[in-house]
């Protein structure tokens, strides 16, 4: 494993990116808005990354970013990196299917075990299964085999989160710390002299696992809700935990719906705040919580690039969020051949691109921070 310097995601892909609101960050493309009536989406869905009508509006992307790079040639084939064989894996089947194009997907995850790839053929696409990042070198080559280069009539689809930024398995878990940090920090801060930072962490980290995932719908924003109405004491832990067991909770809106009949009993500050992530909730705003998002923010980017050069390569991937060197040097040989890049991220926008302060006072998104990229690579 080796540090390859400081470089940015922008280095690949430019602006061409979606975070979670589907508004592209080049302004050359269509904003969502001009997309929806094309796309059949109903006015005010923005759909998740594993639903077809997602598929839909970054099929529609990436025909448009061609024709702008080059104009009267089409794209016949699709090749996409991400890390999850769900999330990732539905993403790319919708793409293939939305586009109607052939596809062949690299899935990967760094894991203990011995190197392994498994190939699962689909109708008309495949999933290249790894457990190593550097496998991403063999999958360059079963592109070219399968006569799926990536020249001119190919997309690049790259996953940001836990792909091209903090490989998993290698170096995500300090997008986790980065994340909980700002919910801990969000928190704490409203909460004041009140809040309780051990049963801050023992509430997060109990209703942060996967068996609570369909009482908070896996949002961030609503966990980092529920944890501020815990430290605020209307609700406790134990009884709380116990309603959603016995089914009597069943979902982050009934919870919410709860707090707003009692929003009385709590602090004046703390009903300000409520409010406004209720009235988000009820426009079905899927990142209702606007002040953990702006802290998720500071301390992801706050993680990116920060450590000195010579730090050591352990170092950097237990203190850094870095880039996925294998990701990075693949992206750059098919932008070299033609090939369309384009990136897929499910960070919310809020937490993804400064806002008009931080902006004016230099702070970048995250696709355009420097940090350093690492990885290990094979000739190609």
């Known amino acids: ?36 009536p094309l796309v059949g989406l109903p006015e005010g869905l923005v759909p998740r990354k594993s639903e077809i009508e997602y598929a ?26 991400g890390d999850t064989r769900l999330n990732d894996g539905n993403a790319f089947a919708n793409i293939c299917r939305a586009g109607g194009w052939p596809g062949l997907a690299f899935i990967g995850s760094e894991r203990d ?21 550097s496998a991403l ?15 001119e009539r190919a997309a690049g689809v790259i996953d940001l989160d836990k792909t091209a930024l903090g490989a998993r398995g290698r170096n995500d878990p300090v997008i986790d710390r980065a994340r909980v940090e700002a919910v801990r920090r969000t928190v704490g801060d409203l909460l004041g002299d009140g809040f309780d930072a051990g049963g801050f962490q023992v ?10 995932h369909p009482f908070t719908s896996d949002n961030q924003d609503y966990l980092a809700y529920i ?8 609700y406790a832990l134990e009884s709380l935990v116990a309603e959603i067991q016995s089914g009597r909770l069943a979902s982050f809106s009934q919870f919410i719906d709860g707090v707003d009949a009692r929003s009385r009993d709590l602090p004046a500050d703390l009903k300000e705040i409520h409010a406004g992530i209720y009235a988000c909730v009820q426009q079905g705003d899927p990142t209702p919580f606007k002040e953990f998002r702006y802290n998720e923010y500071l301390t992801t980017t706050a993680r990116m690039g920060h450590l000195d050069d010579r730090t ?22 098919c932008k070299e051949q033609g090939a369309l890049l384009f990136g897929l991220s499910d960070k919310p926008d ?29 000739e190609v």
């Not at 448009?64 to 080059?70: F, I, P």
């Not at 011995?114 to 990042?133: C, D, M, S, T």
């Not at 944890?227 to 209307?234: E, F, P, R």
């Open 350 to 378: 809020e937490a993804s691109v400064p806002g008009a302060e931080l902006a004016a006072q230099g702070r970048l998104p995250i696709h355009r921070a420097e940090t350093h990229a690492v990885g290990t690579l094979a």
């Open 1 to 36: 494993m080796k540090n390859y310097g400081r470089t940015s995601v922008s280095e690949f892909l430019d602006d061409r990116i979606v975070y979670r609101n589907l508004v592209p960050v080049d302004s050359q493309l269509p904003a969502l808005a001009q997309i929806r």
């Open 227 to 234: 944890c501020l109405i815990l430290g605020s004491g209307l």
């Open 203 to 212: 509430a997060y980290d109990r209703l942060n696992l996967t068996q609570f």
């Open 312 to 333: 050591s390569v352990p170092d950097l991937l237990a203190g850094e969020i870095v880039i996925t060197q294998e990701v990075r040097e693949m992206a750059l040989i």
């Open 56 to 81: 839909r509006v970054i099929a529609h992307l990436l025909r448009e970013a061609r024709a702008l790079d080059r104009p009267g040639a089409s794209i016949e084939r699709l090749i996409y990196v």
């Open 137 to 151: 070198v063999e999958f360059d080559r079963f592109c070219r085999e399968k006569g799926h280069p990536p020249d």
């Open 113 to 133: 075990d011995p190197p392994q790839v498994e190939v699962v053929e689909q109708q008309g696409a495949a999933l290249y299964l790894a457990n190593r990042w």
